[in-house]
């Protein structure tokens, strides 16, 4: 969870741009006319992130017109970085707010976690700008939540995608191998609904799939061979010993709790006594 966000003002970048001798005076004055409206904008984009009702934002915000989102635009463009957010914004986790795996900084970029294109109004919000990798934001397509059953969670507000076990994997009892991505029991049907709007909106099944897929090309000859050794109950422990080693733990982390998807999987494995007792067989 980034808790540190909500320490920036939601209009550092605008105070620090009005604040900026020698910059374009159509600019200021685009700004500084809309600047109250965005503040006031910003408020209710708190409340409705804090309740997970975007669907709700567009009746209750201010209109921003095409000569101010020309401002706005070049506002990002220029001063997110200028203003220090940028900087911030990926100061707080080296992990993608879509697929959770870590990144390298270079592969980093910004999303507009509403979409600038229809929402102009949070073009610069430092809570509006989540850092996730480039493959993500390439899947991630501008959709903003027209019913309560579109929502995601947002990374800054909601603890969902945090927790141990948001997804699990179930093992199909088949040759070669096949297992499918579901949902933790624990979770509510509203919490199971985000989770899948946010599997869908940056297409992560394929991307686990993927990396279940040579997670288990590289384990399998050394599962195999343990089991024609030593058997299954062997394989059992040695699977739960493979789980607890590449478990993240929030507690080295502190603020983010990335996913796990090797956890997940190796866990589905273990947890399967199909996969332990017969798959080698
Ligand atoms: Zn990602």
Redesign the pocket.
Known sequence: MFKNIHTLKPDTVIKFYLAKKGVSKKHKKNINRIKLDLLNDTKIYNKLASSGKFHEVSGKISNVDEDSKKSLKKLYETYVKESGVKKFIFEQSLY??????G?ATDRATKDHFLPSSTYPNFFVLPWNLVP??G???RAKSDVSPKSSKENLPHPYYNTLLFKKNWLKVVIKKAKPLKYELTFDDALKPSEKQMVENHLIA?KLRD?FNRHMSVLFDEFDDGLRERFVNNGSANLKLFLDGERQRVHVSPSKLKTYWPINIEYVFISGLHDSDWFCDNYYR
Do not use: L
Request: a neutral charge.
């Open positions: 993608c707010a879509g697929c959770q795996k990144y996730i990798c493959d993500c934001n940056y991307t």
